[in-house]
């Protein structure tokens, strides 16, 4: 696998973080993510950083694996947040390239835009690190169980969800490797200006393609090997557990997500 690990990759580990019910951690994953998109000062966003480094802590992952993770998003975290530098609008010109002007503002709105960007990945991270495949299955299909009433298939939702997390760390690892053998062969990913070296990564597409059909393929005669037909009759060898140590949880999160907006609003 890059680097050892990815964004998807389940990290066992016996903390508080792991046991909490996975409807629990989906609660404050999502409300994070809309708390974090409406933080707009640098207060607020290191708040959130220091959430992340506590929950890390507690969790008793590695924080330099959790900054790892993120790797793979961060060329498209600094595409963004490059292009929020030439089309924000200001007055206070800084520099220039040829028609393209960056203002005071823009290079502020892209640190912003940026630190966004990473703080939505780690928390994401720390979400699939912490909580096995199937645990988030059987969240996911808790939490979007009230839909089963108007027709919406929750289980199979959850299930292509959870398989889209779970074959995230197995797409780097194939892609790795095809890049080992690629090398082994005399290519060369790393020479040459920023067009060339995306061309060299054109080789790595079709064998890459394949072998993640042949995984879905394998994975598809696997689930029908054993008998499964979606939702219908399944049980659940652990049942979700809603307890006293969620329910708390989940109201010092409000809180916290509370005082961080009141201080957003007020800086």
């Not at 609660?27 to 708040?47: K, R, Y």
């Not at 790892?68 to 929020?84: G, N």
């Not at 020479?191 to 070296?197: A, E, F, I, M, Q």
């Amino acid at each position: 696998m890059i680097k050892g690990v990815t964004l998807g990759q389940y990290m066992p580990a016996d903390s508080f973080i792991h046991k909490l019910d996975p409807r629990c951690k989906l609660f404050i994953t999502v409300l994070s993510m809309v708390a974090i998109f409406i933080s707009d000062n640098f207060l607020a966003l290191a708040m959130w950083a220091s959430l992340i480094l506590f929950l890390t802590k507690r969790s008793k992952i590695p924080v330099r694996a959790l900054m790892k993770s993120a790797k793979p998003i961060m060329i498209l975290i600094i595409f963004t947040s490059f292009l929020h530098v030439f089309f924000t609008g200001g007055d206070d010109i800084i520099f220039s390239i040829g028609p393209l002007k960056a203002s005071a503002a823009g290079i502020l709105m892209a640190i912003r835009i940026g630190l966004r960007l990473y703080l939505l990945v780690l928390f994401t991270a720390l979400l699939t690190f912490t909580t096995s495949p199937s645990e988030l299955s059987d969240g996911l299909e808790a939490v979007l169980g009230p839909l089963k009433r108007i027709g919406f298939p929750a289980h199979e939702v959850a299930m292509m969800m959870t398989i889209a997390l779970r074959f995230i760390p197995t797409l780097f690892e194939e892609t790795e490797r095809i890049i080992n053998a690629q090398v082994s062969r005399g290519a060369d990913f790393h020479s040459g200006g920023l067009v060339k070296r995306a061309k060299a990564y054109i080789p790595v597409l079709i064998p890459l393609f394949v072998l993640v059909f042949k995984r879905a393929d394998t994975l598809a005669f696997a689930m029908e090997a054993r008998c499964y037909r979606g939702g219908k009759g399944r049980v659940r060898m652990h049942p979700l557990n809603w307890g006293t140590t969620e329910t708390k949880t989940a109201i010092a999160f409000i809180i916290f997500v509370a005082t961080v907006i009141v201080l957003n609003r007020c800086a």
